[in-house]
Nanobody, 121 residues
């Protein structure tokens, strides 16, 4: 099993920045892609960003391209989501996700518990 613990959420004004962290523990040797999803009230959970552990390639939803950056410290089994130029529509619970090697994080095998991000106008 793999455990994912997010941190770094909070309240920020529009135009501000936040950095989320997600620390993985347990059988992390079995993990490659890690990523972020978000779920706003009354909405479905949606993909935000992903990063490959082996290649470092990153992938982003169109709604966050140019504003959000995903990075990874494999030595610490931690991924980060730097969120800049935040908008009120970015308000959501943000979830860290991970996929077993060979599988895509679009369909994660593991989820974190989520961290709230609130952007005020």
């Amino acid at each position: 099993q793999v455990q994912l613990v997010e941190s770094g959420g909070g309240l920020v004004q529009a135009g501000g920045s936040l950095r989320l962290s997600c620390a993985a523990s347990g059988r992390t040797f079995n993990i490659d892609q890690m990523g972020w999803f978000r779920q706003a009230p009354g909405a479905e959970r949606e993909f935000v960003a992903a990063i490959s552990g082996s290649s470092g390639h990153t992938y982003y939803a169109d709604s966050v391209k140019g504003r959000f950056t995903s990075s990874r410290d494999n030595a610490k089994n931690t991924v980060y989501l730097q969120m800049n130029s935040l908008k009120p529509e970015d308000t959501a619970v943000y979830y860290c996700a991970a996929a077993i090697s060979g599988r895509t994080v679009v369909r994660p095998d593991y989820w974190g518990q989520g961290t709230q991000v609130t952007v005020s106008s």
